[in-house]
C-alpha cells in the first residue's frame, strides 16, 4: 500500500522559513518523480515544484524560484521542500505527490499518488 505522509507544516512570520518533508512508503522510490502542489483556500491545487527520479533535474512554478528548492533523499524514501522568504501568498495545503515517470511531470493529471496534505501558514 503506497503511502506519502508530509510533515513540517505550521504557522511562520513572513519572510520566515518552514522545511516541508515527505515519507514515501509502499513503493519503489527511486523510479517515482515526486511533486509539491498546494491549494490556498478558495482557489484551485496548483503545482509548486518537481523532482526527477535521480534529484537531477527540477522545476518550479515562476512564483517560488528562487525562494523554494525541492529536494529527495532516496535512501530514506524522502522529499523535502525548503521554503524561504515566505510570504502572505504562499499560505496553503502542501500536497506531496508520486508519479512512476523517469521524467519531470509537473500537471496533477500526471501524478498517481498523493498525500494528505500539511497546511502552512503565513502571517504578517
Known amino acids: 500500500q503506497v503511502q506519502l505522509v508530509e510533515s513540517g507544516g505550521g504557522l511562520v512570520q513572513a519572510g520566515g522559513s518552514l522545511r516541508l518533508s515527505c515519507s514515501a512508503s509502499?513503493?519503489?522510490?527511486?523510479?517515482?518523480?515526486m511533486g509539491w502542489f498546494r491549494q490556498a483556500p478558495g482557489k484551485e491545487r496548483e503545482f509548486v515544484a518537481a523532482?526527477?527520479?535521480?534529484?537531477?533535474?527540477?522545476y518550479y512554478t515562476d512564483s517560488v524560484k528562487g525562494r523554494f528548492t525541492i529536494s529527495r533523499d532516496n535512501a530514506k524514501n524522502v522529499v523535502y521542500l525548503q521554503m524561504n522568504g515566505l510570504k502572505l501568498e504562499d499560505t496553503a495545503v502542501y500536497y506531496c505527490?508520486?508519479?512512476?515517470?523517469?521524467?519531470?511531470?509537473?500537471?496533477?493529471?500526471?501524478?498517481?499518488?498523493w498525500g494528505q496534505g500539511t497546511q502552512v501558514t503565513v502571517s504578517s
Open positions: 523532482i526527477k527520479w535521480n534529484g537531477e533535474d527540477t
Open positions: 509502499g513503493l519503489t522510490f527511486h523510479f517515482y518523480a
Open positions: 505527490a508520486a508519479t512512476r515517470d523517469l521524467g519531470l511531470p509537473y500537471k496533477q493529471v500526471e501524478y498517481t499518488r
